[in-house]
């Protein structure tokens, strides 16, 4: 299936919920209520579950644990917030994924957020940007799973969704892959270009003219965390560490290759 016939399929770009269509605005306004933010989430039960879910998580690594959407939304601030809202609403719509399975889909995607948000901090690149862009980057895995499982399924049968390959088995296969699914799910839900961009073109920044900062970012992200969740081997760090992408970013490899990398370890156990 082309990647425009895909995405006319009534089930692969599902519609932006009410909530997070409200949070994606806040992208291009200069200040922000947050506790009229706080509001508008405590009117959503399930919402607010998994807000102080993620909030009260080892991946953020709290000073003390969060009993309210206010103080979560105080403790967090609003970018941590706003990636994880439009998370939430994703994991909402695509609740059920045959092929995916969505515990293991959502830890992989949150080490790559920390990878990113890792790899930005001294580089003058926005790391509130980095970190929902890698978060986001997989789901047009959910989008083409959606949309065609049974072509999906024959690749997965050949090619875990989480291997390093993956791209590359969907280019042969189809001629597109995930990133430019997923950056049309971006475009779709109105996420600032900057985002959709990042996500559709991390597969193969390189390709692209010229070279968008943040998408390598995101293919160095995304590239970490699938080593992550196949078990961290040092030969895979050593032996896949895509040098060509460290280079454009004038980044140590050692920074990623590292196998207790900071940050990462709280997520080792978690979704597995």
Known sequence: ?????????????????????????TFDQAEVDLSRIATEIERDPAMAARLLQQANSSFFRLLRPVATVRDAVMVLGLNKVRALVIGAALNASFHAVSGVNLDRFW??????ATVARLVCTPRRLDENLAFTAA??????????????????????QKVDVFELDRARAEYLALGYSYAEAGGALAQHWRLPRLLADAIGQHADPLEHDPIDPLAVVVHLASWRARVLVHGNRREDLIHTYPDAMGEVLGLDPDLLVDPELAGLHVLTTAGG
């Open 107 to 112: 830890h992989f995607s949150f080490a790559a």
């Open 1 to 25: 299936m082309r990647l425009e016939e895909l995405l006319r399929q009534p089930h692969a770009l599902p519609v932006v919920p009410e909530l997070a269509a409200r949070l994606i605005q």
């Open 135 to 156: 978060l986001l980057h997989g789901v047009g895995e959910l989008v083409m799973h959606m949309g065609m499982p049974e072509t999906m399924l024959a690749i997965d």
